[in-house]
């Protein structure tokens, strides 16, 4: 029994799914909501408020900007892509405490949230899109 206390306390503790990150937004909570796709996949569709960067350019520079005090959520396209996974780890090893969206953006979709286009939310812009 303690196995499984720990599984679905670990599960909760590193994964969140999309509508409690929605409430988590729209309560203003100290959030960075990471796209760890490519740049063309974040402007042809994104969770707004996201920036992009890719899990492949995580690295101690390209992060010195962000809070590190905040809760990092990364995401990618869904199950079948774990670009959100790679960057999750990155995050992690850099300092931040992270969760995984659960089924990216389309799970974000199917849930019948919003999403942009267009290729703001670069963290080397300071812009959100």
Known sequence: ????LRHYQDKLAFETD????????EAGENL????????????AEHI??????????M???STAALDKSALVVTY????????????ALAMTRLGFRVKELMGGLDWW????HPTSTGAGGDISCGCEG
Do not use: E, Y
Not at 1 to 4: G, L
């Open 1 to 4: 029994m303690q196995d499984q």
């Open 18 to 25: 999309s509508w409690d990150l929605k409430v988590a937004l």
């Open 32 to 43: 960075i909501v990471i796209d760890a796709r490519s740049a063309a996949a974040f402007a």
């Open 48 to 57: 707004p408020g996201a920036i992009n960067l890719p899990h492949r350019q």
């Open 59 to 61: 690295s101690a520079d």
């Open 76 to 87: 990618c396209d869904g199950i079948g892509c774990n670009a959100s996974t790679k960057g």
């Open 109 to 112: 979709k199917r849930d019948g």
